[in-house]
């Protein structure tokens, strides 16, 4: 942890960057009559995900804050499971498709759940 210099190291922001690219391609294929509903919900929050990940990283001196944005990239993670989880039912994405997808947010979620129950490994020490 101590060798990473920038939240583009992270493994937790280049799987949450992977799976918003991933949700962009896939999302190009769903109905025009989503376009300004599910299409940008989903969007956006894919995108926040490591937009709360990069937050964080920048937070890193502040123990309450740093732990405060990576719970807003769990919260984000997991609205996006519900928005898969909608496209699969809408018959959007095929089983297949959510369960990729899904399963890399459990993967995001799983790694901040364990930084954020371990801040004291991530955050700058005075």
Known sequence: MSNIRSFRELIVWQKAMDAAMQIFEVTGK?????????????????????????????KRRYPAAFVSKLNDAEGEAAETQTHIEIARRCRYLDDAQSA???????????????????????????
């Open 30 to 58: 769903f109905p025009e009559r989503e376009k300004f509903s599910l299409t940008d919900q989903i969007r956006r929050a894919s995108r926040s995900v490591p937009a709360n990940i990069s937050e964080a990283w920048r």
């Open 100 to 126: 990729t997808l899904d399963g890399l947010y459990e993967e995001v979620l799983a790694i901040l759940a364990t930084m954020a129950a371990h801040q004291e490994k991530w955050c700058i020490r005075k």
